[in-house]
DNA sequence: TTGCGCCTTCAAAGCGCTTTGGCTAGCTTT
DNA sequence: AAAGCTAGCCAAAGCGCTTTGAAGGCGCAA
């Protein structure tokens, strides 16, 4: 409660040697160090962060910037995200900073938490296939590690990600296997790295097949449970509606479950899902008896890894290794057999 | 990108003069001022809040306490909202700091805050019915806005909160009106504030009709998709299962959803369901078929104002009234009578 | 005894800002 | 012409810490 002056009078010992006591410093008598340790302790003395900041120019604190574009809030996925991350930050004994802005300015924000020196590093998410933020952060020289992936640059920096490329390569060979050829896929924002990737695994599995990508059946967008309702409903809407259809999020597959729903589809029989599972905290899970045929990888793994990386980049000043964590392909009952029999054409 | 003291030999001034003309004080004439601030511009200087930080004894931050239970992460309503602060946050001039803890400890991390002087001010999310936090803010002397209202000494504290025993009155009455007797409700946690007033809501409601509540139909728990759906199959698996189900949230709602969905059961016809919407940015909005009956009132908005209060409490020194926002009732079509009805006993 | 090195400790500078308490020049009063 | 204001500016202290460079005290070799 107090600071390192009035410490250090009560211990009769200067500022540096109370100040190198407590910072682990080998210069210091064991005996001092404990004493001072404990009056530490008593008159719970805790260093203040923003003058240590100022002198060291560390802020042990790493930050996050989080673009709204007009109405919309912080999405569920990057929430789980965050809370992963906030969890390692504690447990290393870093803060963090979170920044909201409007989407049209989200470059500035990191040139202002640059200036700002209150962060040690950046936590990048969402990155797009090829993401303006990697140069800006390279060129403001602020260490970062990206949750996802560029396309083409990404051996330049470290990241974190998952392999979607190949989740959906196994996914949409699970529909194929199994007889659909009308395969839609519900993907995430267009520019967005995961999603091409996942559309790249999603082609070439089509492809290996034999089977030609009907454009009409893919969609991009907010992986909210209202697109994948709306977006469902015009699929079923189609001439030639889809047997199966993959979804980026269990968000949206949410949202494609109650559209199913309405018009008294069964999943799993009339209509085959299979979606991307962040394991999200409030989402679907195995209850019930939909068991969602799923590519599972805990997002929250992906961004604890991400922040511990950060925050080894910052202490160690390295660059560490960059992380590609693959999905598990789980079986529930939302794929089966495609309904009517599509065979033959 | 400079400093104070390179700014000011620059413009052959004294810190001081420069600091006074940039922060808008009287004792600097004009002309200087303006010739301050565009070599300020020019130079894209901007003062560095650490530093400011420790002079003014004023952070411009405002802290959010995070308490994760075990494995849970962060849950989707409290992420609405916290992204709803930080707009005003970054419209007010204010950083944002997230203290992501364990929830046996999630009371030193207020301390901690305090010690630390990282914030001005915190927002305290979901108080319970009677909260500790309230006490030990106080005594901390921090300024604090709670969204919510803990019960009894509402008036010790500044709040923002929705009128959720009203709510919950008139969705029951609702419900009551279509004929409906047996009327189960999925709550929030039993000892946060907002789930004992909706609760007297609904008792009250009850009450008002001659009908008992069966406390077999009512449940606690965190707001979740698997539990919506895991508490929908309690309830439809019951001797007498109700024909009508409260939910206190949307979340909950489509949980409940797709288990009716399982049963081959029709909403608002086999079963009626009014849900509390906050209207969660990636949740079920007014899409398709399916219109819930709600009681509507925006988490958001009740955020933002949480943080404009706050701000203004810092800033003003003086406690803001409280402020109970009303929620709207909307009918949609998952309310009608009971079927097969339930007339007569 | 002198000198050297090692172990502890310290005074003081510095991080970048705000703020107190002058100081000076120029004007008005009387 | 002396005294009193005021507007405009400044030097220096202080916020609470880290860190550099130095110094005091001790044992030991010569």
Redesign the interface.
């Known amino acids: 409660?107090a600071n390192l002056k009035e410490l250090s009078e009560i211990l009769g010992l200067s500022q540096t040697t109370v100040s190198r006591a407590l910072n682990g410093y080998p210069e210091v008598a064991e005996r001092t160090r404990k004493r001072v340790a404990d009056a530490a302790r008593k008159h719970?003395y805790?260093p203040?962060?923003?003058?240590r900041?100022?002198a060291t120019g560390k802020?042990r604190?790493i930050g996050h910037v989080?673009p709204?574009s007009g109405?919309?809030?912080?999405?569920?996925h990057?929430?789980?995200v965050?809370?992963?991350v906030?969890?390692v930050?504690?447990q290393r004994g870093y803060?963090?900073?979170?920044?909201?802005?409007?989407e049209a300015e989200h470059l500035e924000a990191y040139q202002?938490l640059k200036?700002?020196?209150?962060v040690d590093g950046v936590i990048v998410h969402l990155p797009l296939s090829d993401d303006p933020r990697i140069d800006l952060l390279q060129t403001l020289n602020i260490p970062f590690v990206v949750h996802g992936r560029t396309l083409g640059n990404e051996d330049e920096y470290a990241w974190v990600d998952i392999d979607n490329r190949h989740a959906f390569l196994e996914a949409t060979r699970h529909l194929i296997e199994l007889g659909h050829r009308r395969i839609a896929f519900m993907n995430g924002m267009a520019d967005s790295a995961f999603a091409h990737l996942r559309r790249e695994g999603y082609g070439h599995a089509m492809g290996e097949a034999g089977l030609k990508v009907d454009e009409g059946l893919l969609s991009n967008g907010?992986?909210?449970?209202?697109l994948g309702?709306?977006e469902m409903?015009r699929l079923l809407d189609l001439d030639e509606p889809p047997t199966a259809v993959l979804c980026s999020s269990t968000?949206l597959a949410?949202?494609a479950?109650?559209?199913?729903?309405?018009h008294s589809l069964t999943v799993g029989k009339d209509v085959s899902l299979v979606a991307h599972d962040d394991e999200?905290?409030?989402?679907?899970?195995d209850?019930?008896?939909?068991r969602m045929t799923v590519v599972r990888s805990a997002i929250?793994k992906a961004g604890a890894a991400a922040a511990d990386m950060l925050i080894d980049m910052i202490e160690e000043e390295k660059v560490p290794k960059s992380v590609l964590l693959e999905a598990q392909f789980i079986k529930g009952n939302t794929s089966g057999p495609p309904h009517p029999p599509d065979v033959g054409h």
Chains 1, 2 share one sequence.
């Open positions: 409660m719970n805790t203040n962060p923003g003058a900041g100022l802020a604190t989080i709204l109405e919309s809030m912080m999405n569920p990057f929430s789980d965050i809370s992963a906030g969890r930050c504690q803060d963090m900073l979170l920044s909201v802005v409007d202002k200036a700002d020196r209150r907010e992986m909210t449970e209202p309702h709306s409903m968000v949410t949202g479950l109650r559209a199913l729903q309405e999200l905290s409030f989402m679907l899970a209850t019930g008896d939909t929250s």
